[in-house]
């Protein structure tokens, strides 16, 4: 300092052109618009998806940073300031760009890899129904056969059964079941057909045709309302212990269909019957035999 300059210093006054000079020395210069850029970018990219799926190109900008960061710290005006703080930027939005991508297939596979799992549990869990469905139907069949069997059983006891084409036909004595020319149960009947009813609801699903017959006395006009009548009152009684109508056809047929000669006692009353019929399938009803042996118009006799 000049002789000038320590007078002023010894009076505690220093010039204004001195403090102007020494405000200029002490603010900071503003960084380049590149170099603002450059740290924006990074730490952009730093902080999102770069950092796990591209830290390459993430280092390359960092470096490319700090050596903008070096030159600008030692001159503010050099031009490899602005030419590092752009290769910086640029390396960091690669990187930026390069982690959204990863991160984007990263979640594309994770939600295929999901839904195939989905998918797979899903056709497991169907199958798995698939089986219980199976075997619920299995054990369901072995059910119904078992019940099929224990009905036929105690139908079978209840009278005369035999096969055939139409289907096993249970047959029930008309003398058993109703008075002579009546068509009312009678109490042996009610006991018999709650049996009847019990087999049927053990098989709920088995359908059945009961018949009514008479034998040749008398004319159609009296025998074909006649056994309608009684085929009705036993298919009405069992419907009152609970088998559903569905399953119960009533048909009367008064003198057609004999089963034994109704040229003697014993063979009409054989003929005076009710049948229950099991179907086997879609079978045709028996045509009605008109022979002279079994379809004998005599002189009316009195009906039983």
């Not at 770069?50 to 960061?69: F, G, I, N, T, W």
């Not at 109704?262 to 009409?268: H, I, K, Y």
Request: hydrophobic share 35%.
């Amino acid at each position: 300092m000049n002789r000038f300059g320590r007078r002023y210093q010894s009076a505690g006054l220093i010039p204004l052109a001195a403090l102007l000079l020494m405000g200029c020395g002490s603010t900071q210069t503003a960084a380049p618009r590149e170099l603002v850029d450059a740290r924006a970018a990074y730490n952009r990219a730093a902080s999102g998806p770069a950092a796990q799926y591209d830290p390459a190109d993430l280092h390359v900008a960092k470096a490319s940073l700090d050596r903008a960061e070096q030159w600008f710290s030692q001159d503010s005006t050099a031009p490899e300031t602005r030419t590092q703080a752009y290769l910086a930027q640029r390396r960091a939005q690669t990187a930026e760009s390069n982690g959204q991508i990863s991160l984007a297939n990263a979640q594309r596979a994770q939600a295929e890899s999901t839904l195939v799992k989905a998918q797979a549990l899903a056709l497991a869990d169907a199958r798995s129904e698939l089986d219980r469905t199976k075997a619920q139907l299995g054990e369901a069949q072995r059910n119904g056969s078992a019940a099929d069997q224990r009905a036929m059983a105690l139908l079978e006891r209840q009278g005369q059964v035999k096969n055939e084409a139409r289907g096993k036909v249970i047959t029930l004595p008309g003398s058993l079941l109703f008075q002579t020319g009546k068509s009312e149960l009678s109490a042996a009947a009610r006991g018999r057909l709650d049996t009847v009813a019990q087999a049927l609801k053990e098989a709920p699903d088995k359908g059945m045709v009961i018949e009514g017959y008479t034998d040749s006395t008398g004319t159609d006009a009296v025998n074909d309302p006649l056994s309608q009548a009684r085929a009705d009152a036993v298919r009405n009684y069992l419907e009152s212990r609970g088998v559903p109508a569905a399953n119960l056809t009533a048909r009367g047929f008064g003198a057609a269909r004999p089963i034994a000669n109704n040229g003697t006692v014993e063979g009409r009353a054989t003929n005076r019957r009710v049948e229950i019929v099991i179907p086997s399938g879609s079978a045709e009803p028996m045509p009605e035999d008109k022979s002279d042996d079994n379809k004998m118009h005599q002189k009316p006799m009195p009906k039983r």
